[in-house]
T-cell receptor, first 114, second 115 residues
Framework: KQEVTQIPAALSVPEGENLVLNCSFT??????LQWFRQDPGKGLTSLLL?????REQTSGRLNASLDKSSGRSTLYIAASQPGDSATYLC?????????????FGQGTTLQVKP | GAGVSQTPSNKVTEKGKYVELRCDPI?????LYWYRQSLGQGPEFLIY????????DSGLPNDRFFAVRPEGSVSTLKIQRTERGDSAVYLC?????????????FGAGSRLTVL
């Protein structure tokens, strides 16, 4: 059974810092892993999707890595800004086929202080 | 439409009542998903549809929960005899196709409060 854990649950940093959010999963037989952003009272916005055959994906100031052998993914945010404040969720597929069924972590709530 | 639309955005009901939550996916998206998110938790999978059929309903917690998608577009999540533990945000998502690089687009959710 796939379980996804995110540590820490909350993080507060000053503006301009680089930071890393961590995600671990128990079953390495995944199809892909995704990172989402959720603002208060809003739905989820997909940030990055890493296929199981890939090691990382980049979009702007965001870089996500995937290490299936250790069951870990990280989301790196460069030069953080107050607008980055939100909850970040990682989600792994349930199994190695693309069923669209995602198992989510509990999220890391990030606050970037001006 | 431009995004996934969910109605109502907020629903307050009394224990034991019946509720329906509606999801209007992005036009042309064949796959549709329902998730439930409790306070402070990540979303939990409930059910997904490929076209009109429920391809996987393994996440529905019990037989009080039921979802339909009769024409392969709009979906309705139905909850009978609501309980206080059903209080959560119900999220709907859709994707262009069931297989491949499956990027889900989520709606803003329907917040259900059972008193």
């Amino acid at each position: 059974k796939q379980e996804v854990t995110q540590i820490p649950a909350a993080l507060s940093v000053p503006e301009g810092e680089n930071l890393v959010l961590n995600c671990s999963f128990t079953d390495s037989a995944i199809y892909n892993l995704q990172w989402f952003r959720q603002d208060p009272g809003k739905g989820l916005t997909s940030l990055l999707l890493i296929q199981s055959s890939q090691r990382e994906q980049t979009s702007g100031r965001l870089n996500a890595s995937l290490d299936k052998s250790s069951g870990r993914s990280t989301l790196y945010i460069a030069a953080s800004q107050p607008g980055d404040s939100a909850t970040y969720l990682c989600a792994a597929t349930h199994g190695s086929s693309n069923t669209g069924k995602l198992i989510f972590g509990q999220g890391t709530t990030l606050q970037v202080k001006p | 439409g431009a995004g996934v639309s969910q109605t109502p955005s907020n629903k307050v009901t009394e224990k034991g009542k019946y509720v329906e939550l509606r999801c209007d996916p992005i036009s042309g998206h064949t796959a549709l998903y329902w998730y439930r998110q409790s306070l402070g938790q990540g979303p939990e999978f409930l059910i997904y549809f490929q076209g009109t059929g429920a391809a996987d309903d393994s996440g529905l917690p019990n037989d009080r929960f039921f979802a339909v998608r009769p024409e392969g577009s709009v979906s309705t999540l139905k909850i009978q005899r609501t309980e206080r533990g059903d209080s959560a945000v119900y999220l709907c998502a859709s994707s262009l196709r069931y297989s491949g690089a499956n990027v889900l687009t989520f709606g803003a959710g329907s917040r259900l409060t059972v008193l």
